[in-house]
């Protein structure tokens, strides 16, 4: 089945370019999302064989494992901040700020922080995932992409139906193990950024999605 095929990153990362395979170690496997909802959106696929077939909620439940996977998320998330950088250094405020500083002869004793693009990585997991193997999303907040095309892409990752990782280990009675799937992908639409409501108007939404993109990459 097509929920299975994340499991061929986990048996061979190695016979990926790094156009998919982000990145591999003993324990751990990063790749790119095929079909990504953000300008940059990665996985993060633990390869231990007693955890990859489990429901993240159960998987995460074993404090050791969650503690080493959380390690590994701040890790990606810093290699993500570092592709937005990359990316986006250029159209950024801050960053031209801090550029400008730089080469001002002579420098200011204090130079502009420059921007903090962790900040701007949202990493967590689907309250009902469609993929098999345990995996963690790593993405951009944007939520911009010519493959966000349906209203479930946009609410899966803007409502509680998203776990960010932060959030584990998760109460005994947090609501979000009991999702009522079918209410968090068909609520209204409300920005992430502005909070601004969107009904059901997907349509509308993509275009201020756009909008906010450009904004926010300039910020
Ligand atoms: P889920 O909804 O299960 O949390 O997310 C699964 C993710 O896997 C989705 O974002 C989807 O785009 C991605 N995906 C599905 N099939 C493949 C695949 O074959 N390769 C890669 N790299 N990503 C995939
Ligand atoms: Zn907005």
Known sequence: SFRDELGAYIAKPETYGPDVVVYHNDDFVAIHDMFP???LHLLLLPRDQTK?????????????FLEKVKAET???????????RRKYG????????????????????ELPQGRDWEEDIVV????????????????????????????KHYNSFSTPFFVPIEDFPLAEDDVRRYPTEEGYLKRDFTCWRC?????????????????????????
């Open 74 to 84: 701040r890790t990606l998330r810093k290699l993500a901040a570092g592709e937005l």
């Open 90 to 109: 250029k159209d950024s405020a801050q960053e031209q700020a801090r550029q400008a500083a730089l080469s001002a002869d002579p420098p200011p004793d």
């Open 195 to 219: 909070g601004r409501g969107f009904g059901n108007r997907f349509a509308e939404l993509k275009q201020h999605l756009e909008q906010e993109f450009k904004e926010w990459k300039k910020l």
């Open 124 to 151: 967590g997991v689907h309250a009902v995932p469609s993929m098999n193997h345990l995996h963690v999303h790593v993405l951009s907040v944007d939520r911009y992409s010519e493959r966000l095309k349906h209203r």
């Open 52 to 64: 990859t077939r489990l429901h993240p909620f159960d998987a995460f439940d074993d404090t050791e």
């Open 37 to 39: 909802k953000s300008s």
